[in-house]
């Protein structure tokens, strides 16, 4: 099995700058989550899909960012414009109903 | 919200010791994770805790559910260098089964050869 896969690895950009960060979740999982890890805040949830539907939003830090799931093998996480302080490592994470949340290897983010 | 005490923050040990840490929280928690970050990889689980009082090995790791759903312990026995790496424990919040987890802050384990 592959695992959950994110693409880039890396990302460097400019304040101002959209950001698209993309996951593939293990197949068969129905659930999908966008975690994000900073030295202050730690590791904390931003928003989880189930079956391609938005659950709980609640931990988007604010409207400069915003998730889709089209479906059931890919999502974004979107952050437009972009400012240092989202400067993070940002996980996805999948899982089927009731069974560990995996994760994926994160997108380091720098934001210049 | 529910939050996760980790202790220790750090530890520095020489290959071989046996090392414990633990999770506190002021609310109770119906399951207890138990994960491991690698530097530059996402966290893996390692344990995973469904029932007060219930003992769960995984080769050299044991880990523990409290009695009163509101701790969890980690042992590492012999520890060796591939042990390094950050120690978190999770649990579900939100009414959720299992994936909307709270993280602890992380126990920074260093082993010296």
């Known amino acids: 099995d592959a695992g959950v896969i994110q693409s880039p690895r890396h990302e460097v950009t400019e304040m101002g700058q959209e950001v698209t960060l993309r996951c593939k979740p293990i197949?068969?999982?129905?659930?999908l989550f966008w975690y994000r890890q900073t030295m202050m805040r730690g590791l904390e949830l931003l928003i989880y899909?189930?079956?391609?539907?938005?659950?709980?939003d609640s931990g988007m830090p604010e409207d400069r960012f915003s998730a889709k799931m089209p479906n059931a093998s890919f999502s974004t996480l979107k952050i437009q414009p972009s400012e240092p302080r989202d400067s993070a490592v940002y996980f996805c994470?999948?899982?089927?109903?009731?069974?560990?949340?995996?994760f994926g290897p994160g997108t380091r983010l720098t934001v210049l | 919200g529910q939050q996760l005490n980790q202790s220790p923050q750090s530890m520095f040990i020489q290959e071989g010791e046996d090392v414990s840490m633990n999770c506190t929280s002021s609310s109770i928690f119906n399951t207890w994770l138990w994960y491991k970050q690698d530097p530059g990889e996402g966290p893996v689980l390692l344990i995973a805790l469904y029932k007060a009082g219930e003992l769960t090995s995984n080769g050299r790791l044991t880990a523990q559910f409290g009695i009163t759903r509101k701790d969890s312990f980690l042992n590492i026995s012999a520890s060796i260098p591939s042990d390094v790496g950050i120690y978190f424990c999770a649990g579900p919040t939100g009414g959720t089964s299992y994936g909307k987890l709270t993280f602890g802050q992380g126990t920074i384990l260093t082993v010296h050869p």
């Open positions: 899909f189930n079956n391609n539907v938005p659950i709980d």
């Open positions: 994470a999948s899982s089927f109903s009731g069974g560990a949340v995996l």
């Open positions: 197949s068969g999982h129905d659930y």
